[in-house]
């Protein structure tokens, strides 16, 4: 949830460099294909894991164990922690779209685009005229 839309944009420009398509409606499906299960699964674990501390639904918060109430914080940060971790360090170490190189290609697609959009306000135009 926190690395996927910080990188979205420029592994679909890589892409677009790569292939030449721009292909960010694909992207957006495989993502929701993905983090729609994934949420589904972490909703599950939440409750099993508070289980495992003792935690019991019937009686109030403040009367349950302090295993329990540890519990409820672990429960709700282990994952996350856990998760936020490996991002750093997959962004620090292995995420190749930085730098110079990067840059330079981020600006060729820049020109690219504006390019594509100049073309297509003139086709529209001329359609339009074409139209009168």
Request: aromatic share 12%; net charge neutral; hydrophobic share 45%.
């Amino acid at each position: 949830m926190f690395l996927i839309p910080m990188m979205n944009g420029d592994v679909i420009d890589y892409d677009e460099h790569v292939s030449g398509l721009r292909r960010e409606g694909m992207y957006a499906g495989v993502n929701s294909f993905i983090t729609k299960p994934a949420i589904s699964i972490a909703n599950a674990i939440f409750p099993v894991m508070l289980l495992w501390f003792g935690y019991d639904k019937n009686i109030a918060l403040n009367a349950q164990t302090a295993t329990a109430k540890f519990g409820i914080r672990f429960s709700w940060l282990f994952w996350s922690v856990v998760l936020l971790t490996l991002c750093v360090i997959f962004i620090k170490k292995l995420y190749p779209l930085d730098g110079a190189d990067w840059d330079k290609t981020k600006n060729e697609l820049a020109v690219k685009h504006e390019e594509k959009q100049k073309a297509y306000e003139a086709e529209v135009l001329k359609k339009q005229q074409a139209e009168k």
